[in-house]
């Protein structure tokens, strides 16, 4: 619907700037991941077709050293493999980023926990162990028997209720990627047409589910 | 956390382009086989698409001539800002990257344009304009939480309003479910927009009318 009533040659298709190949798929995920509430399923395959393709095109760098008349084809195998690396590196960060400010509610629940690479998981333990070593050394030892622990307010609290959780109402923008009819977005059972290249900016939570499965995407 | 405006630079340098070689790569190797596809083969100025980035790289070390894109030509600028300013309620279809792209090529690429450089770069900037005074006078019609409709809206565009807009949602949203009356948010809401909107909103109208 949306691709017809503008016609002409002077669009430009959103396919053209998300195609296929991994270089966009990861710059795709990096944005999710930036624009996000909670941390989203740690990317293993693309991270690790990409790497491969990273040394791989590294390896025909050095091969083309030897050849002097192919200076201009090494330095645009150079400058993208540069261009590569930053977006995996963004990628990484911005999860390292969002494990930091949520990483109690990230090793709490199985659920997100399984979303994590086996480095994040590493890294979010030590980073749990430091973090949690210097709030008790410096703020907990100081409080009553009763009010002492890390993860619970007080020693009749019957949950964990001291750990940080993402927001999940919390507004995002998003694209419609696939004609999704009515989807409701409110606890009142109010829907909104989401049909193909709409732009909504929305409450996560209702659309949460579209995300992962990939007929919505973040932007 | 959002996409700074550098790392949007860096996404709008994917999109394709046309430019015409003035080189050839070596014999038994015409094409460039990358990460993120295969571009050329490169012959002198036979017209060949290839993503932005490569485009400035090639014509920073002088070896191509970048092809304007037809969205930016003369006629199409000035064909996009008079249905802009026409349709008051909706945005017109941009490319997403249209800031990025238009400010990496018109600082860049001043030869892409010859003569038509300064008209096209005040043409964008004219309908940058307007699209922001629209957005500006619908933020002003935020009142409550709600889920809004944004069509055609580019990544500079969203990237502006987000933390604004996606903060009074929230707000809204928050004192919603604490079942408050709407008063006291509708209110400060108005106030801000209408403080952020006035200067570039009053200069704009005056130069149309001028």
Request: glycine share 4%; charged share 25%.
């Amino acid at each position: 619907m949306a691709s017809q009533d503008a016609p002409g040659s002077s669009q430009v298709d959103f396919a053209n700037l998300y195609g296929e190949s991994d270089v966009s798929i990861i710059k795709q995920a990096l944005i999710s991941e930036q624009v996000c509430p909670e941390i989203l399923q740690y990317q293993e395959d693309l991270v690790q077709r990409l790497e491969s393709q990273i040394s791989n095109q590294e390896a025909t760098i050095q091969e083309l050293n030897k050849h002097a008349e192919q200076d201009l084809l090494k330095m645009i195998y150079t400058v993208e493999v540069q261009r590569v690396k930053y977006s995996l590196r963004c990628y990484l960060r911005a999860r390292l980023k969002k494990l930091e400010q949520h990483v109690m509610h990230c090793l709490d629940d199985p659920e997100v926990k399984e979303r994590l690479s086996e480095k994040e998981v590493k890294y979010a333990e030590d980073y749990f162990l430091l973090l949690g070593q210097h709030i008790s050394t410096n703020v907990l030892s100081a409080m009553p028997q009763d009010f002492k622990g890390l993860l619970r307010q007080s020693s009749v609290s019957d949950a964990n209720d001291t750990l940080a959780r993402p927001n999940l109402d919390t507004h995002v923008f998003c694209k419609v990627l696939e004609d999704q009819g009515n989807v409701e977005v409110d606890d009142n059972g109010d829907t909104v047409d989401f049909s193909k290249d709409d732009l909504y900016i929305v409450r996560y939570r209702p659309i949460r589910d579209l995300v992962r499965d990939n007929w919505v995407q973040l932007i | 956390m959002q996409p700074s405006p550098e790392q949007l630079e860096f996404f709008a340098e994917d999109v394709s382009v046309t430019i015409l070689p003035n080189f050839s790569l070596s014999r038994g190797q015409e094409t460039a086989h990358c990460i993120g596809g295969d571009y050329g083969p490169f012959q002198p100025n036979f017209p060949s698409d290839v993503p932005l980035w490569l485009a400035m790289y090639l014509h920073r070390h002088k070896k191509c001539k970048i092809e304007a894109p037809a969205w930016m030509s003369i006629d199409r600028l000035q064909e996009l800002y008079d249905q802009e300013r026409s349709m008051a309620a909706v945005f017109q279809h941009v490319p997403y990257h249209y800031i990025e792209i238009s400010r990496l090529l018109l600082m860049f690429a001043k030869d892409s344009f010859g003569s038509d450089f300064h008209r096209t770069r005040e043409l964008i900037e004219m309908i940058r304009k307007v699209r922001f005074n629209k957005i500006d006078s619908g933020l002003q019609m935020l009142q409550g939480p709600m889920t809004v409709k944004l069509n055609n809206l580019s990544a500079i565009e969203i990237n502006t309003i987000r933390p604004f807009f996606a903060g009074a949602l929230d707000r809204f949203w928050k004192l919603a479910k604490m079942g408050e009356t709407e008063e006291v948010p509708r209110q400060s809401s108005a106030r801000v927009t209408q403080g952020s909107a006035e200067s570039p909103v009053r200069q704009l109208r005056a130069t149309v009318a001028a």
